[in-house]
């Protein structure tokens, strides 16, 4: 997993222990992630399927896109099509993939890097892997995240972040036992790179075999974790998790992870998403690329889009 890394992990920042009286969070559900294709056809699993949107709030779902390793010609990606009311967040692990958007934004991500897609009041566009790679193939492994925008930020102008993966910020836990990722937001006072419009963090940490993660997660914000890979406990009870499974849980300081002394032969570790967010608690209205309050106003998108009101594909 090429992923950031680093070779020494006491050299890193440490998260601070729980303190007298912080609380841990309890898992209050763990679900499994049904499996399917999106786009061209690359495979996906649903991460956030089967959890209520109350839950989620401010997200809206999250894909794990492979991991799959492609043979010559048969990487895939998705056709130009149209987004509205939220923003799309793509952390490619192992892989590359090319963005364009029809307000300019666009770029190439790899090992590590993000592109954060403010698709505001409306635009087109396409995510798929370099001709180069469709003609030579390889391993492809990344997580695209939907994050929702408040009423007032819906008809927002489009934004576009491209984020490296050397300006991530790079923390360890109290035993230097893990390495912990912040892609975007704040932990225990740490910054990560990514400007986020609703309030939230998300990041991915890797768990060395049977060493123990608590990790300081704001007060105001919900807790989801994904496993990518491996197998463990979640909460201070250590409820089992494996590859494949969200847990969600409820209101304390920090939230605990644990990495079963053996892992998958694939990887040594565990590795996992962690987001969250202040709920925006506002109706949701959500059918296909458009995320908004109302039925009325996603009528009005579609309709928007038929139009060519979301700019037209780059020649």
């Given amino acids: 997993m090429p992923a950031i890394t680093v070779d020494d992990l006491t050299a890193l920042d440490r998260l601070r222990p729980p303190g007298l009286g912080d609380q841990p969070r309890p898992v209050w559900q763990v679900s499994t992630a049904p499996q399917g294709f999106e786009g061209e056809g690359f495979p996906v699993r649903r991460a956030f399927a089967g959890i209520d949107l109350?839950?989620?709030?401010?997200?809206?779902m999250m894909d794990q896109m492979g991991e799959v390793e492609y043979a010559p010609g048969e990487p895939k990606g998705t056709s130009w099509h149209p987004h509205r009311g939220f923003e799309t967040?793509?952390?490619?692990i192992d892989g590359?993939?090319?963005?364009?958007d029809s307000h300019g934004g666009g770029g190439t991500i790899t090992n590590g890097d993000t592109q954060w897609m403010t698709a505001g009041s409306g635009l087109l566009h396409i995510e798929a892997p370099p001709e180069w790679l469709v003609q030579s193939g390889g391993l492809f492994h990344g997580i695209q995240l939907w994050v929702n925008l408040p009423r007032d930020a819906k008809m927002n102008?489009?934004?576009y972040q491209d984020i490296r993966s050397a300006e991530v910020q790079l923390l360890t836990s109290a035993d230097a036992g893990s390495l912990v990722r912040v892609i975007a937001g704040s932990v225990d006072g740490h910054d990560g790179p990514g400007a986020t419009f609703t309030p939230m963090s998300l990041v991915h940490a890797s768990i060395e075999p049977g060493a123990r993660l608590d990790l300081p997660w704001d007060v105001d914000f919900n807790a989801l974790v994904y496993v990518l890979n491996g197998s463990g406990g979640v909460g201070v009870d250590a409820q089992p998790i494996h590859t494949g499974q969200s847990a969600v849980l409820g209101a304390g300081d920090y939230l605990t992870l644990t990495a079963d002394p053996g892992q998958e032969r694939r990887s040594s570790r565990l590795d996992v998403i962690v987001v969250g967010g202040r709920p925006i608690r506002e109706p949701l209205a959500w059918a296909g690329p458009f995320v908004m309050n109302t039925k009325a106003e996603v009528l009005q998108a579609y309709q928007d889009f038929q139009?060519?009101?979301?700019?037209?594909?780059?020649?």
């Fill in 54 to 60: 109350k839950h989620l709030d401010p997200f809206i």
């Fill in 89 to 92: 967040v793509t952390y490619i």
């Fill in 96 to 100: 590359t993939f090319d963005h364009q």
């Fill in 157 to 159: 102008t489009p934004k």
């Fill in 307 to 315: 139009k060519g009101s979301f700019g037209h594909v780059p020649g």
